[in-house]
């Protein structure tokens, strides 16, 4: 899944920290998410959209070049 995270708290200009402290999570979940390596739950989803004003899709999408690779 590919995401606008990094981005939006650069506009923000907030560190890593920073941002896992406004949404209750570690530094490690952020930089997670932000590098793919983990996708959120779908409450920490809403809390993001939330705290970010903007709809879910706006910072998630799903990355269909990985899907296609990994079906049969």
Known sequence: MKNRLKVLR???DWTQ???AQHLSVSRQTINAIETGRY???LPLAFRMARLFNMRIEDIFQPDFESEVESQP
Do not use: F, K, Q, V
């Open 10 to 12: 650069a506009e923000r």
């Open 17 to 19: 920290a920073e941002l």
């Open 39 to 41: 996708d959120p739950s």
